[in-house]
């Protein structure tokens, strides 16, 4: 919504700038996207002129050269192009030295051989209207000299406001006005539908039947005019409907639009002689039916859309646009000036279908108050008789359900301080309330609110009333209160303080955190080359968002791609976030949603320096070494199983994580054609987590600093080349006891001579230690005994022979 700030003090005594007041709006709600202006942004060197000589330029057919009065000494030479300028006209200029609105400055310049001192405008020039065939001619009445601002509206600062679906009032001048006042302090003035020179009453000359019923078509009101005159709006309206983003087409067209701004009601002129049989029809579509619209095209309508008909059929997409076949022209004498309530959803739906979205069909599906349709054919009455020359027939046709009655809500002082967390005198809550167009009187411990017609949609109850006090009141007065929770006290759980620690470690680990979209494309599940079943969405916002996604890569991916695309060689990325599995028969009916964590790296592990210019890459170890320091930071012991049943993973390098013997997630380098497929050339290595599945642990034990030594020896352990080493790490550490406070494995040796065929030699570095003692020599050989003894039996391994 474009609100232009000259047309907002007409009835909002405002002495703040566009800025300060956009302040004011959103600290009460109203949300202001932006400031722009409208016009010439400096208003000096643009004054009123009068021609007093033009003569046909020497050397140009279509060039005037005009001797034109501005007010100075001596008149200037301006070289003019337009066709309709002429001696003894009123017009506006521009002198050197002028910026224009597209921030052109005006320079002394040179026409074909004659010397130009400045510009005659037309309306476009000035932003007032599209029209440029002409000059803009004015009223003799003014001075040459006159500051044009003074005589013509050229210049407007324009709030651009984010309405909310909830509160269509303001998606009018008039609404947005009350609402500064409200925000101000400052005088709202009489709402220009207080006077209506029109009447109530039967109206003759047109017929309306309404088949569509009242849910479609709550109320629908009319009124004729006679002798009308069609033509140009005058500057003040065309630059009012300019600012607003609104192209001024004709007096008739352009009150209409005016109108629909000032109030929030759409509105609509038939000219009268083209209606067919004399009677409109407010009916339901034909399957099929074809409708031209005002902007050129056949539209084919649905059963679903209402339409206003004649005799011959369609003549309006009820709502949303009118027809071609009844629009006003230049002929036009006589009209039927239309406003009426639709059902929102409804013309939303027929928006939708016919991918027509226009100013009236924004406003009709946010729920207009029926109570607007008269204020919208009041001000049409007046402006149709000021500008027109109309004549209104006596009468209004008035068609529809019974108005609602007025919604009446008590509002307790009490129920205020206990949601507020302070005391809002009564009074002060009254005062604030009917700024805003709520009538209230004391009842009892509180007051007696009635809700005026055009905010029923949203304020239905009392807390609604208490919202609209607090904002009003200054939501950034209210103090820092805690709610009231007996013996309540506010706490992470256990799975919440795991996957903090687990988050804040990634981070620590120089990871840089992303939040992706829940949603997915169906080509996703193709590039990652799974065939997993997914949540699919009933109403998706995009195609490439239309189904919830199964695992958290797909983001990470994304994000890799965009980063590398920009420049990034060194990628680390992580996401913690929940996953959707189908799962129809579980609680929800849809969906179960476990929280994952996942992390990507690629690139260099670290960066380049001068030591090491060119880093190693991230890789299945690279990956590994962050998912052990992820994991031990939180106290959890965990395992790698080689092989993992995902696509997607490169083979040979991936692995199942796994804790307490669970599997938990994935880990591993990501397949080439798939990494190819985001644009990543470079090994790119992830791993992920179902957070779900892993218990939080308990407090980990305090384990006190021991002084006593530590023995270290290696072993040698030649095994099968399959065995995995995570499992010659497990028996080792359960054989070694309590003694045993850490094994490495530091090497590895392949040598079929030596070793023989299928065999391999793994160096382990044992660390025994005990918290009492230095170990004896024969302490720890009865331990390395015991684990030469295990290996033996349970894995058919040996020590390797010296030699």
Same mark, same amino acid.
């Given at each position: 919504m474009?609100?232009p700030?000259e047309w ?5 005594d405002?002495?703040?700038?566009a800025?300060?007041l956009a ?17 010439v ?11 007093l000589?033009?003569?046909? =330029?020497p050397?140009?057919d279509r ?5 034109v009065?501005?007010g100075?000494?001596?008149a200037?030479q301006?070289?003019c192009?337009a ?16 910026v224009?609105?597209?921030g ?14 400045? %510009? ?6 000035l932003?007032?209207s599209?029209?440029?065939?002409g ?11 006159t500051?044009?601002?003074?005589? /013509?509206?050229i210049?407007?600062?324009v709030?651009v406001?984010e309405?909310?679906p ?7 001048i008039?609404g947005?006005a ?12 009489a709402?220009?539908w207080?006077?209506?020179?029109g ?7 047109i ?10 078509c709550?109320?629908?009101t ?18 009012r409907?300019?600012?607003?983003g ?6 008739v ?6 109108? %629909?701004?000032?109030?929030g009601?759409?509105?609509?002129a ?6 067919t049989?004399?009677r409109?029809t407010?009916r339901?579509?034909?399957d099929?039916?074809?409708l031209?619209?005002?902007?050129g095209?056949q539209r ?12 011959e059929g369609a003549t309006s997409?009820a709502g949303? %646009?009118?027809g071609?076949?009844s629009e ?5 004498t006589?009209?039927?000036s239309?406003a009426a309530t639709?059902?929102g959803p409804?013309?939303?739906a027929t928006s939708?279908a016919?991918g027509?979205r226009?100013e009236?069909?924004?406003r009709?599906e946010?729920g207009? /108050?029926?109570?607007?349709t008269?204020w ?8 149709f008789?000021?500008?027109?020359e ?6 209004t046709?008035d068609?529809?359900?019974p ?8 509002l307790?002082?009490a129920r ?7 005391v809002?005198p009564r009074?002060r ?18 007051l007696?609110v009635?809700v ?8 239905t109850?009392e807390a ?6 607090a ?6 007065r ?11 006290v506010?706490?992470?759980t ?8 687990l988050?804040?470690?990634l981070?620590?680990?120089?990871l840089?955190?992303?939040?992706g ?13 799974e065939? =997993?079943?997914?949540?699919?969405l009933a109403?998706?916002m995009?195609s490439?968002?239309?189904r %919830?996604?199964?695992?958290?890569l ?9 980063? $590398?695309a920009?420049?990034?060689t060194?990628?680390?990325l992580f ?8 799962d ?7 969906a179960r ?8 790296v690629?690139g260099?592990?670290?960066p380049p320096?001068?030591r090491?210019? =060119? ?5 299945f170890?690279a990956v590994?070494?962050?998912l ?10 965990w395992q790698l199983?080689?092989g993992?049943e995902?696509p997607f993973?490169h ?10 013997g ?12 798939v ?18 599945t892993?218990?939080p642990?308990?407090?980990?034990a305090?384990?006190?600093l021991?002084s ?9 352990i ?6 995995p080493a ?5 028996v080792?550490a ?6 045993l406070?850490?094994?490495e ?6 040598d ?5 065929a299928g065999?391999?030699?793994v160096?382990? $570095?044992?660390s ?12 720890v050989a009865r331990q ?7 290996v033996e ?8 022979d010296?030699g």
């Open positions: 474009r609100v700030l907002l003090r007409e009835y909002c405002l002495h703040m700038d800025h300060t302040q004011r709006l959103a600290l009460t709600g109203t949300e202001v996207e932006r400031v722009e202006h409208h016009g942004s400096e208003l000096e060197h643009f004054v009123v002129g009068h021609v000589e033009r003569r046909k =330029h050397d140009a060039l005037s050269v005009c001797m009065d501005t100075g000494s001596a200037a301006i070289v192009g066709p309709n300028v002429a001696a003894g006209q009123t017009v506006a200029v521009a002198r050197p030295g002028a224009m609105p597209d052109t400055r005006l320079r002394r310049a040179k026409l074909r051989g004659i010397e130009s001192q400045g %510009m005659i405008l037309s309306e476009r020039e932003q007032i599209d029209e440029h065939t000059i803009m001619v004015l009223e003799q009445a003014h001075a040459p000299g500051p044009l601002a003074d005589v /013509a509206p210049a407007t600062d709030l406001l309405v909310t909830n509160r269509p009032d303001c998606l009018s008039y947005v009350r609402e500064a006042a409200a925000a101000t302090g400052a005088q709202l003035r709402a220009p207080d006077y209506d020179p009447s109530l009453g039967e109206l003759h000359g017929e309306v039947l309404n088949e569509a019923g009242d849910e479609l709550p109320r629908f009319a009124r004729i005019f006679d002798g009308l005159r069609v033509g140009p709006s005058p500057l003040w309206l065309k630059a409907l300019m600012a607003c609104q192209r001024p087409i004709s007096n067209v352009d009150i209409t639009n005016y109108v %629909m701004l000032l109030t009601q759409p509105m609509h038939f000219d009268r002689e083209r209606i049989g004399g409109l407010v339901p579509a034909l099929g039916e074809l031209a619209t005002l902007d095209q084919t309508l649905s059963a679903s859309m209402v339409v206003i008909a004649d005799a997409a949303v %646009m009118g071609g076949r006003v022209s230049e002929q036009t006589s009209i039927v239309e639709w059902n409804n013309i939303h939708q016919l027509l226009s009236a069909s924004s009709f946010k207009l /108050a029926a109570e607007q008269l919208a054919q009041a001000v049409a009455t007046r402006l008789q000021d500008l027109c109309a004549r209104v027939r006596p009468g046709l068609i529809g359900a108005p609602a009655p007025p919604l009446e809500i008590h307790r002082d205020i301080e206990r949601l507020l967390g302070m809002i009074a809550c009254r005062e604030l309330l009917e700024t805003i167009g709520f009538d209230a009187s004391d009842g009892g411990d509180g007696d009635t005026p017609d055009f905010r029923r949609a949203d304020v109850r609604d009333l208490i919202e609209e006090v904002r009003l009141a200054g939501l950034e209210l103090p820092a209160t805690l709610p009231a929770r007996r013996a309540a506010g706490r992470l256990a799975a919440q303080r795991l996957r903090r620690r988050e804040d470690t981070a620590a680990q120089g840089h955190e992303i939040v979209w829940s949603f997915a494309a169906v080509e996703q599940a193709a590039r990652l080359l065939q =997993h079943p997914a949540v699919e109403n998706p995009s490439e968002q239309s %919830m996604r199964t695992s958290l797909g983001s990470l991916l994304d994000a890799a791609a965009r980063n $590398r920009r420049g990034a060194r990628i680390g996401e913690s976030g929940a996953v959707y599995l189908p129809p028969d579980g609680p929800s009916g849809v949603e476990p929280h994952h964590l996942a992390a990507l690629s260099p592990v670290r320096s001068w090491e210019q =060119h880093p190693p890459q991230a890789d170890f590994k070494g962050l052990g320091a992820v994991l031990e930071s939180a106290g959890i012991a199983v080689a993992a995902r993973l083979p040979g390098r991936a692995a199942t994580v796994e804790v307490a669970a599997s938990v997630g994935w880990l591993g380098e990501i397949h080439p054609r990494a190819g497929d985001w644009d990543l050339d470079e090994a790119v290595a992830a791993f992920e987590l179902d957070l779900s892993i218990d642990p308990g407090p980990q305090f384990t006190d021991v006593f030594p530590a023995v270290r020896e290696d072993l040698a030649v095994v099968p080349e399959s065995l995570g499992e010659l790490v497990a080792i359960t054989a070694g006891g309590p003694l406070q850490a094994s494995i530091f090497d590895v040796f392949r079929e001579q030596r070793l023989g065999l391999k030699s160096a382990v $570095r044992l025994f230690r005990a918290g009492d003692r230095t170990l004896t020599d024969e302490e390395r005994n015991l684990i030469v003894v295990a039996n349970q894995l058919g391994g040996r020590l390797r010296a």
